[in-house]
């Protein structure tokens, strides 16, 4: 019971952050309350994507789920610019999980933690800046109820490793520990809650307003001590630069000029081009890299599962061939580069063979048609590069490149 209650704050946590993300935004383009509200649904969208994360087996499965709640998220918003952030802020959240399941590390929107309070502040704030009595009352509503939630969260999860570390204990009342630290927490949130609630009627939430009165005016005694002598000169050197440009322009360019300024403008933008293009395909490779990870299958403690024997032959191909494999396609390390190399050459030894994987390195290296120099060159480099924490230098790349088998 305790781990689905920890479950549920975890997604309570990621809602309240969205929620407020969308009513910042679309506070500054409607004031139409029902229409803030419909950022309640993002509760919807992060329950069922933090499950899809944990229990989907392929990557469909969990596509699907974030496409659903995307156009859900759409129609939920409605048209225009509210349809578009809700779709938006689901995309992020689906993004964010998928991360998260690839890297075995826990969601940015399922870890409660106090200073995202901040958020909260944050939203205070603007509903003053736009003057939303909405906005402010929201502010301290949700800080309210988020504060309650990370000490429920606190409390849950340090009870649940307290019962587990002490549960063989006889003589320890485990669980009635567990209830009387509940019920304190219980009495100290509920207390910090209600007087959260009720200083905006008692007119408590105007000492946030005057502590930002209080920043701004600090901020600008700060600035005011920076000199600002030179701001004369400074000026007058850009009038004279300006006239300098305009008389410039009136007397009549070379033609050559004009020819290295289109060539240049040319370079610029080819240049331009392939930064953008650069970008993007760093982007997609470290989005298929992770995506590569998103089947990989871990222990609790974080150890890599791997078979030490053959298969057996019961097992279907199509388990067989859903393995995680090692990508050394896109990696141009000189590890990378020599397992390549050794991998190519066994192939040839074997002549379009099937080679058999049960074999050690020293046992496939017989095939080669090679010298005891250059075999033992080639078995050192491999197993450096294969086994070893060190990886090997450039110099051993470029002398195990060199070697030909046949």
Known sequence: MRK???????????????AGI????????????????????????CAVLALAAEKARKFWQFFLAALL????GYAAGGTGAGGV???????????SFFVARANRTACWLAQPAYPWLILFLILYFAGVYFESEFLKNYAVLGAGCYFILCNFYVNLTEIELFVQTHASLERLPVKKLGRTN???????????????????????????????????????????????GGSQDFAQQQAVSQQMMMSGELEETPRWLEIIYQILDILGFLILLCMILGVVFLFLRKLYQIYCRFYRETEENGDKIERLIAPPASESRKRVGNRHTERLFWDFSPNARVRKHYKKQIGKAYQGREIPVQKT?????????LDRENTEVLHRCYEKARYSRQSCTREEMQEVLKIKNG
């Open 4 to 18: 689905y209650a920890i479950k549920a704050l975890e997604i309570l946590h990621g809602a309240m952050l969205l």
């Open 22 to 45: 969308y009513s910042i935004v679309m506070e500054q383009i409607t004031d139409n309350v029902w229409i803030l509200a419909r950022g309640l649904y993002l509760l919807l969208p």
């Open 69 to 72: 709640m995307g156009i859900g």
């Open 85 to 95: 952030w809700m779709c938006l802020l689901v995309a992020v959240a689906a993004f």
């Open 182 to 228: 509940q019920l304190m927490m219980w009495f100290l949130s509920g207390f910090t809650v209600i007087i959260m609630l009720v200083s905006p009627f008692v007119g408590m939430d105007h000492i946030l307003t005057a502590i930002g009165r209080i920043f701004r005016d600090l901020l600008r005694w700060l600035l005011s001590l920076i000199p600002q």
């Open 361 to 369: 390195p020293r046992q496939l290296e017989e095939a080669l048609d």
